[in-house]
Structures are given as structure tokens and as C-alpha cells.
């Protein structure tokens, strides 16, 4: 089993700068991958980054070049940094992780972009 804790949201002006961090309750080493997806109100939920337990990564075309997904596994602690933010980037963002083909969440932190 992984609980996940997200953290880091809030409400930013557009051009601005967030860094989320999800925290997992084992050894993030351990996982097959972990991801970030959001999902605004009206739409469906959307994978933002992800990173493999080799540290591969994958980007939304969305988020190439202002995303950056990192790890610390002695923290067990993915990080998310976002930058020159839009209002568009606005939604609840939830952490995913998956192990041997399951899905654990996050109950997500919610980020909002003002124009």
C-alpha cells in the first residue's frame, strides 16, 4: 500500500512560480513510476509529468519546458516545479504512484493562476 500526501499548492499570478512535493509512505525507490496529473473543473484529468524508477521522465506537451519533475528518494518525495504559470495551468493537482500495475493517489492541492 502507498499513502501519498501532496503539498505546495496555492493561488499565483500568471508568469509566476510553484514548487508541489508529494510525499510517499514507503520508499519511493521502490515504485514503478510516479506521476502528477491534474484536473481542471469541466474536464478530464490530464498527466502532467511522470518519472520512472530509473528516472526517466515524460512531459505533457503542456508543461515542456516549464515543468520540471524531480525525485529525492532519501525524502521518499517527488517534486514538481512549475514555472511561468498560466491561468490555464489552473486545477486540483494529484500525485500518482504505481506498484507492480497498481494505482495509489493523493487527494491532490488545488493550484489557481490569476491573470
Known amino acids: 500500500q502507498v499513502q501519498l500526501v501532496e503539498s505546495g499548492g496555492g493561488l499565483v499570478q500568471a508568469g509566476g512560480s510553484l514548487r508541489l512535493s508529494c510525499a510517499a509512505s514507503?520508499?519511493?525507490?521502490?515504485?514503478?513510476?510516479m506521476g502528477w496529473y491534474r484536473q481542471a473543473p469541466g474536464k478530464q484529468r490530464e498527466l502532467v509529468p511522470s518519472?520512472?524508477?530509473?528516472?526517466?521522465?515524460n512531459y505533457a506537451d503542456s508543461a515542456k519546458g516549464r515543468f520540471t519533475i524531480s525525485r529525492d528518494n532519501a525524502k521518499n518525495t517527488v517534486y514538481l516545479q512549475m514555472n511561468s504559470l498560466k491561468p490555464e495551468d489552473t486545477a486540483r493537482y494529484s500525485c500518482?504512484?504505481?506498484?507492480?500495475?497498481?494505482?495509489?493517489w493523493g487527494k491532490g492541492t488545488l493550484v489557481t493562476v490569476s491573470s
Open positions: 500518482n504512484a504505481v506498484l507492480y500495475g497498481m494505482n495509489w
Open positions: 514507503r520508499s519511493i525507490f521502490s515504485l514503478n513510476a
Open positions: 518519472i520512472t524508477s530509473d528516472g526517466s521522465t
